[in-house]
T-cell receptor, first 111, second 115 residues
């Protein structure tokens, strides 16, 4: 079956630091890959997505590249802000239409 | 436009009681999903509706859980004889269609606490 593994948190960074949150997946076929973000007290929001190999998704300074050879979709941001503090979920969508999520990574950015 | 809405936002119930959770998807979205977010299990898929097709119920954890979608729009998730392990945030999502590339948009969730 499909599965997503992402680094456990919490990840604590200072403002303007570089961020990487690792995500690897196991899936049959060619899934679409997503990063969702959950800010404190709010619902899940789509951050970015990529639907085929070598695609790069980007939004709000965040980027992730769909790497089929390493089955990875790592999330990166060059300079984090306090407002980026949230829980980040990597997810895939295969032939079954439902999303399979990783366990989530809590990011804490200190001023 | 309006996003996915869910009600109630919070529900406290006693063990053994039945509960109903409601989801209003984004207008025009044909696909609707229910997920559960709990401390021990993370985010889990429960059930998926696409148009008039038979729903995909493969994620429902037991026969105490059921869901329906009336008129291709509003959906209700029902949990019968609730147990403490049912305590979780129940999330509803909708997408324009059911394909692999479609983005799912999530509602704010219903936080269920079973005492």
């Amino acid at each position: 079956g499909n599965s997503v593994t992402q680094m456990e948190g919490p990840v604590t960074l200072s403002e303007e630091a570089f961020l990487t949150i690792n995500c690897t997946y196991t899936a049959t076929g060619y899934p679409s890959l997503f990063w969702y973000v959950q800010y404190p007290g709010e619902g899940l929001q789509l951050l970015l997505k990529a639907t085929k190999a070598d695609d790069k998704g980007s939004n709000k300074g965040f980027e992730a590249t769909y790497r089929k050879e390493t089955t990875s979709f790592h999330l990166e941001k060059g300079s984090v802000q306090v407002s980026d503090s949230a829980v980040y979920f990597c997810a895939l969508k295969g032939a079954g239409n439902m999303l399979t999520f990783g366990g989530g990574t809590r990011l804490m950015v200190k001023p | 436009g309006a996003g996915v809405s869910q009600s109630p936002s919070n529900k406290v119930t006693e063990k053994g009681k039945d509960v109903e959770l409601r989801c209003d998807p984004i207008s025009g979205h044909t696909a609707l999903y229910w997920y559960r977010q709990s401390l021990g299990q993370g985010l889990e898929f429960l059930i998926y509706f696409q148009g008039n097709s038979a729903p995909d119920k493969s994620g429902l954890p037991s026969d105490r859980f059921s869901a329906e979608r009336t008129g291709g729009s509003v959906s209700t998730l029902t949990i019968q004889r609730t147990q403490q392990e049912d305590s979780a945030v129940y999330l509803c999502a909708s997408s324009l269609a059911g394909g692999g590339r479609e983005t799912q948009y999530f509602g704010p969730g219903t936080r269920l606490l079973v005492l």
